[in-house]
Structure formats: C-alpha cells, structure tokens
C-alpha cells in the first residue's frame, strides 16, 4: 500500500540521517571528498550571502532501503475483530465472528458507524482491533467508504486491517469495484460468505499484514521521536517538496505552530540547499536561507539532504538544518538582532565561531549600543549649530546618559501635576522602589515577619455543576461576576476559573504537554498560596488579571500574534502573578528589613519573590509540575516568558513599559509619541513593529499590565468594589506601619480621613487612562476606555458631593458595603 511505502521510507531515511551523525561523529579525515568531514564541511561554507559557497555536491550511492529487522519486533497478540453490521442477526457477520473464535480471538460486533467510531476512541491503544469488518453491501444503510475515512482519521488506526464485504453480483459485474474501497482506506475487498474457514483464512492473513505494519508504525514513531528531540532543524517534504513533517526545532526557531498542514517548502526556505534537492541529487550538502514567522531577517545554515525512495523514484527528501550556535544564542537572548540588527553576520550563523568566545574576539564584534549611536548622532549635530540649538542639545544628551530614561518624573504642566495629596500619595507610591526616604518619619524598625500565616486550603472538591457551571460559562464576558465565583467557590475562584479557561477554552495541557489533572493540581496549589486574609490580593485578584487576561487573549490582534505556548505562559503569568503577597508593598517590606527585601537588594522585591515561588512551587513535585515534559528548551522559554510578564506588573516600570509600547506601536504625527499621550490627539496605531520578537515582548507586559489594574475600567460595580478591596488594604498597611513605628508609605490613606473618590480619580487619572487608550485602540476594545471614563465621571460626582471615606462612599451608593449590595442581589454559593 501506499501508505506503507511512505512509512518505509521515513524510516529508511531518518535512520539514515541518524548513521550518517554518527559517522560524521567519528569520521575526521577532512579531505573535500569525505562527506562526513566535519571540519572540512564547515570550512567550505560560504563567509558571506555574496560569496559563492562551495557547495559538496557529490552523487553518492543512495540511502540503504531497508529497516532493521530488530526495529519490526511486534509481540505476539491476541486476535481482535470488530465487526460492523447494520443488521441485527446477520449470518455472514456470524461467520466471520465464529472463524475468529476458532482462531483463538475475539469478536464484538457494533451496527452502526457511530458505534464503531465510538468504540475505536474508547478503546485503549492496546486494545484497539486488530481487524474491522465493515458490511459494504447496503450503502444506503451504512456508508462504508466514508466509515473507512473517519476511521483512518482517527488516532492510531493506520495499522488496523480494514476489510470491506460486498455482494458476489457486484463483485463479479465491475472489474474495478475495489478502487474506491481502496481510495478510502480499506486494505481489502471481500465477497460476501458465510463459509467461517473462507474467512478464517482471510482474517488471519489480515491480521499477519496488520502485525506488519503495526510493527513499521511503531518504528516510525520511535524514529519520528528521535528527530523531535534532536537540535537541528528538520523538514521532510514529499517528491513535490511539499513539507509533511518538521521537526520541534524547526518550528521552534521559524516560528511555526506544528499543526500547519503540507505547505511547499519554498515558502520558507531557498538558496544553493533548495537547488540541490530539485537538481535530483540523491544526497547533498549546501547552505540554506530560512524565513522565520517573527523576525525580518532570514538565517543562513548549514544543511544536509537526502531524496528517498523505495524505488528509483523520489518518494521523500529530507532536510536537516544545523542548529547553529548563533541561532541558539538569539532564541536564547531574545534577539541578538536588537544589538545588530541590519547586520546579520553570516560568517557568526554558518560557522563555529562563537563557540570559542575569547575576549579579543568579542572585542571585535561590532557591538554598539543604540544609546551610543543616538549620542553620537546628536553631538555631530551642534557642529556649527546655534547657539540656542547647542545649548538644547546638550541638555537632551546630559538626560540622555543618565541610565534612568525611564523613570517617571512629574511633568511641570499644569494639566499633568498631581495636586491631590491622596492622589500623590498614591501614585508616588506606586511609581517608587526600595525604602521610604523619610528619616523624620522613621521611628524604628523591625524585623518582624508581616507574611501573615496562610489559611490551609486544600483538596478543591472540583464539581462544577449546576449555577457554578452556567457562572463559568459566563467567563469570556467583560462583565464576568468575579465576586459572584468567589462566593460560590468559598474563596476558591482560581482552580475553578483555571481550569475553564486554561484547560477548557484555551487547552494549555496541549500546549505543555501535560494532562489535566497535573494543571488541576498546579492550579490548586498556587491558589493555596495566595493569602485569603487579603482583602484585595488574595486568589480572586488572581483570577480576575486571570479572565482579564483571557478575555485579551480572544481579541484578534493577539490571535494572530501570539503561539499557543505564549498565550499559555501570559495565563499562568497570570494566575500566578501575585502569589503568595503579604498585602503590604514591597516599600513595606524595604522598610522592614523583611527577609524578602533583604534576599532581593531592595529591587523589585514582591515580583521577583512571585516569579521565583512560582517554580519553587512548580518543580518542587511532579504531581503539579505542569512543565516535566517540556523539553529543555521549550521549559526555558516558557519560563522566561512566565517570569518576564510577573516582572513587568512592577508599578515602579509603569511608564517605561507604557512608553516603550506606545512609541513601538503609535506612529509619529506632530510632536514626539509620548507627547501625543498626553493630547487629545487620536494616537494612529502601527502594527508592522509585530515581526520583530523583542516587540510581541512588549504587547505580552503590556496585555499583563492593563490585566492587572484592569479593575478601574470594569463595570462600576466591580470596579468600586475593588476600590474598597485596595483601600482596605493600604488602611491595614497603615495601621500596621504605626503600630509598628515604621515610615508610613501613604500617610494619607488613613481609614478615618482618606477619600476614596479622590484616591481613585487619581489612579485613572495619572495611571489608567493612558494606558487603556494605548492597549484599547491596539486591541480594538474601546469598552476599557469607557468604563474607565463612566467610573472617573461616577467618583468625581462623589467627589462633588462631598463624598469621602470608605463608609460615606457606601452609605452614598445605598448599601452597607458594594459587596454587601452584590451578594444580595445574587444567589449565593452553590449547594
Ligand atoms: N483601583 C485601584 N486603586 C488604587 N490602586 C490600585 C487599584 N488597582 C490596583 N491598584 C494598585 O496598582 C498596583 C498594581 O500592582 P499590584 O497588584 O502589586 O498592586 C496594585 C495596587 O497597589
């Protein structure tokens, strides 16, 4: 069969790239004609695209046609037969049933193709037939071609000996009645019999054919497995050089997904390797170019090919792609082309150059800063500038070499100074690092752990029936009822949003190759380590940056942006984020010398410590360990990505994240992009700065960000609940900060004086609002700009009124407490 050949020459040409490794491994003659040369190959690649490389293109005798007879090994099995009749008391079906018992087999019989399809995906692998009798002779009862289809659709099946019964008139009338039996995956056509010897013999032969191509499946796999896990890039293309396989490297450094169909390799690959394969040469060695998804540089490597077939004809070319150490160095850096971009040195991709890093070598790279060029640039621009224009100058380039271009100074306009002193507070907060500088106000400090004890919350009973399963649906809607979850699920809302949006909508077990029940556990615990006693960053903080993510994750930009492993690293980032807080900022803990300031120098102190946790926590016991089978490289840009979205909801980079996104992504009109931020003046979205790697970074902290704070342009009745989660928080830290005589952050957030409208009108003023317009209009979410803009008009009302402190602001609304409000207007948690 066709199939059987195909397989056959997969295997025949992987193990043959494999033999060929290894005598490369030990071969070191280096003579031009020893192809195994290693030295003697490199050192004939081209130096630059321009140079001619000298290609070996040496007709060597093709590939050895056969398998290992050790590789074809099958243990002996049990015979099992499925047969599928539409008739209840068929006696040919019956015959067919008896042979096999007399064989020693056994038999089960379904009527309809739902049933065998049904029963082919319950059955274990190792219980799946040997050989399926499909009755082929009332096709309007049951349409056995189209049956044949879907079951060599289905996983695992290729090895099945499917037999197809016809009636003898038919059989005798058309000489080519087997044709479109054989088109849809039946192996043979049988006429109809009700001699059980007749089919004894048929059964048996079948499942001696099945035995063998069960064997040559079985050895592909392991061989496929075997190219998987190797570093180079490898392509196998069918005659057409159309690719049918490539490898998890492949699709790793090219940006593929790895369910792309067959596609001509053309798209992606040229130069002297693609001339080679469509030249005929049965075994070949030249560069190839390759065209990666994200980045606009091709890469220049070495590769190897080989055309295979069992015949003299071409039936497979394989391609195999070195994996330069340069290439790992870019994946591994993020992108080695933001130091060099435009100057891709070929002779550091095709060669081993960098793998002997000396440092005269590396003083001779041509490394430069792009702050140097921008120096250097502007410095040439005063020659013979005026006076005025000098002056200028110089004082662009003095800001320039500070190393803090980032941070945030209050801008000397009217319109952008902060003169509320509880918005003050607030925001020089948020935006400032390491320990209060108030010597006056610091009385004493102390060492005491403020990390209060962490409720025990374990074994989550995970039924999700009934108003909880209708809630979860609900989880794709900006309007989610966060705090309705929280109530069902008792405090628990993190495992059981997780598991609807991460392993139900988003499938991220696929992505991380593992299975539910590992992200169940995962989701559990990391939720365990969440503090319930927070009023605000407690598990249903988590899960709400959660949905927020998730629901960013659904806009068609990001679709089409990030892979299924990045948009699962952004969900766990997500879930994650703030685990294990203590409810008081890390100024706090600076200021307490707590152990954590102490173990991270002052810097970044709570998201370093919710990076960290979350592997200590994940790789601490395989039972929630969601990345034990990712390989090494896959697990390191996972966590790169997981560990750089936590890092970036540090408030203190706010605005360098904000800045870098918004001048990436908004084109110039009148005036600098960071200037348009603060003007009426439509920003005008450019999305072409997406093929660079290092920009898609920038959307990833930017989505996780605005997820983040994303309650301030929520409903209202989210968003003011949230407002009294956090102000409840700050007034605790205050509280404990005087008993405790330590320097008080916010002074102003003091439970009896604080406004809370004022507090909040500042966040969207000063934090929110610029931010949302960018990620808004980049998203195409206009609702984040409105809620923002409805909650700021609905504070500032209050504000007017002459509303203050956390109880004026309820007793205004009607209710006790919002939350109060919402838990009467909704049923409860769950029975
Ligand atoms: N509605 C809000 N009002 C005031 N501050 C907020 C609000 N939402 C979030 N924040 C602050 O923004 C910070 C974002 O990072 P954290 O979650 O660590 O801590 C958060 C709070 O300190």
Known sequence: MNMLAGEEASIELVQRWLQRRDSD???????????????????????????????????????????????????????????????????????????????????????SARDALDALRRDSDAKLPHVIIVDARQPQTLDAPLLARAIRGTKNTQHIALIAIVKKSAYLKDDFVVLPYLDAGFNRVMVETLSSTAWCAEILQSRAAGASARAHVAAVA????????????????????????????????????????????????????????????????APVTLRRRAAPDPILLPCRGAAVGLTKSTSHIVFVCEQTHAVETERGRGSLHSIRRGSLDVRSVASDGLRRTSLAKL???????????????????????????????????????????????????????????????????????????????RRSSNDSTVVRSQTNRTNIKHKTTGQLRELLDTALSWEFEIFRL????????????????????????????????????????????????????????????????????????????????????????????????????????????????????????????????TFKITLNDNRVNIFKNLDRDTYKQVRHN???????????????????????????????????????EPLALDTTALSLPENVILVKRMMIKCADVSNASRPQKFAFEWARRIAEEYFLQTDEEKAKELPVVMPMFDRATCSIPRSQIGFIDYIIIDMMEAWAAFIDMPELVNHARSNHARWRELDEAGVSTLADVWRALGHASIHGALQAAQPTAEE
């Open 25 to 111: 491994d030990t071969d070191t003659g280096s003579s031009s004609g020893s192809p195994g040369a290693r030295a003697g190959r490199r050192s004939s690649l081209a130096l630059t695209p321009e140079d001619e490389p000298l290609v070996d293109v040496a007709n060597r005798s093709p590939p050895p046609a056969h398998i290992p007879n050790a590789m074809l090994y099958a243990p002996p099995e049990p015979l099992e037969l499925l047969c599928v009749f539409p008739e209840r008391a068929s006696r040919v079906c019956a015959a067919a049933c008896q042979a096999v018992a007399r064989a020693g087999g056994e038999a089960r019989s379904v009527r």
């Open 486 to 613: 929280e109530d069902m699920t008792r405090g628990r809302p993190l495992a059981h949003l997780g598991l609807a949006l991460m392993g139900g909508r988003f499938d991220i077990c696929a992505a991380l190759e593992c299975d539910e029940r590992t992200l169940l556990h995962w989701l559990t615990i990391i939720e365990t380590n969440y503090h319930s006693g927070n009023t605000y960053h407690n598990s249903t903080h988590a899960a709400d940056v959660l949905q927020a993510v998730a629901y960013f994750l659904e806009k068609d930009r990001l679709k089409s942006v990030l892979e299924p492993l990045e948009a699962a690293a952004a969900l766990l980032a997500a879930a994650a984020h703030d685990v294990d807080h203590p409810g008081t900022s890390s100024a706090f803990l600076c200021n307490a010398r707590h152990p954590l300031a102490v173990l991270y120098n002052d810097v970044s102190v709570l998201e370093s410590h919710h990076a960290a946790l």
């Open 363 to 441: 003083q001779g790279l041509p490394l430069e800063a792009p702050i140097t060029k921008v120096i250097s640039l502007l410095s040439a621009a005063t020659e013979g500038a005026p006076p005025s224009t000098v002056a200028c100058i110089e004082r662009a380039v003095d800001m320039l070499r500070t190393s803090e271009l980032y941070s945030p100074q209050m801008r000397d306009d009217p319109k952008m100074r902060v003169e509320d002193p509880v918005a003050t507070d607030l925001i020089g907060a948020l935006l400032s690092q390491g320990p209060t500088n108030t010597l006056s106000s």
């Open 222 to 285: 392991a061989l496929a497995a075997a190219v998987d896990r190797c570093r180079d890039l490898v392509a196998i293309t069918d005659d057409q050089q159309r690719i049918l396989l490539a490898n998890k490297s492949w699709c790793r450094v090219l940006g593929w997904r790895g369910d792309e169909g067959p596609r001509p390799l053309a798209e992606t690959a040229g130069g002297e390797a693609m001339r080679q394969a469509s030249s005929g040469a049965r075994d070949w060695e």
């Open 642 to 680: 997981v560990i750089d979205m936590i890092l970036a909801t540090e408030m203190t980079k706010h605005f360098e994240h904000l800045a870098k996104f918004v001048n990436v992504f908004y084109a110039k009109s009148s005036g600098s992009k960071e200037d348009n931020m603060h003007t009426d």
